[in-house]
Each structure stands twice: as structure tokens, then as C-alpha cells.
Nanobody, 121 residues
Framework: QVQLVESGGGLVQAGGSLRLSCAAD????????MGWYRQAPGKQRELVAL???????????NYADSVKGRFTISRPGARNSVSLQMSSLKPEDTAVYYC???????????WGQGTQVTVSS
């Protein structure tokens, strides 16, 4: 069983920056992808960014087109954590952001409780 705990959300003006962090309590393998999804009011949950390892380093990343060049995902230090550096934030980035991972053996998905990001215009 894996528990994911997010931190770092909040209110920021357009053009500002925020950093989200997620720590996993449980067994996470370096090959398991970790990342972030978001859900805005009235919309479906969507992928923001994912990061995984090719066995040597965490160099496989996948970003939504809407955040490319503005957001950077990383797995600093321990393999059971993931961060999302968000810059040049826009009002349309307003959403609840969820930390995510999938166990490579069982294919079970795990989600954090979510952290609110609000970008004012």
C-alpha cells in the first residue's frame, strides 16, 4: 500500500511561481512512474506531468502541451518523492493538483488527496 501526501499549493498571481511536492509512504520502485494530474471545476482530471526512470536516471518525462516550457517535474533525492516547479502561471492553471504513482508489478494506481492551486488574474 502506498500513501501520497502533497504540499505546496496556494494562491498566486498570474505570472508567478509555485512548487508542489509529494512524498510517498510505502514501497516505490525507481521504475514506477510518479507525477501530477489536475482537475479544474467541471472538467475531467488531466495529466500534467509524469517522470520515470530508464534504469539509470530519471530522464523520461511527459508533459501536457499546455504546460510545456513552464512546468518542470523532478524526483529529487529519494525515489519516493516528486516535485513540480510551476512558473509563468496562468488563471487556467487553477485546479486541484493530485500526486500520482502506479505500481509496476500490480498496475495499481495511487493518488494523493490533492492540493489546491489558484492563479488570480
Amino acid at each position: 500500500q502506498v500513501q501520497l501526501v502533497e504540499s505546496g499549493g496556494g494562491l498566486v498571481q498570474a505570472g508567478g511561481s509555485l512548487r508542489l511536492s509529494c512524498a510517498a509512504d510505502g514501497v516505490i520502485f525507481s521504475s514506477d512512474p510518479m507525477g501530477w494530474y489536475r482537475q479544474a471545476p467541471g472538467k475531467q482530471r488531466e495529466l500534467v506531468a509524469l517522470i520515470s526512470s530508464d534504469g539509470t536516471s530519471y530522464n523520461s518525462t511527459n508533459y501536457a502541451d499546455s504546460v510545456k516550457g513552464r512546468f518542470t517535474i523532478s524526483r529529487p533525492g529519494a525515489r519516493n518523492s516528486v516535485s513540480l516547479q510551476m512558473s509563468s502561471l496562468k488563471p487556467e492553471d487553477t485546479a486541484v493538483y493530485y500526486c500520482y504513482t502506479r505500481n509496476g508489478w500490480t498496475a495499481k494506481d495511487y493518488w494523493g488527496q490533492g492540493t489546491q492551486v489558484t492563479v488570480s488574474s
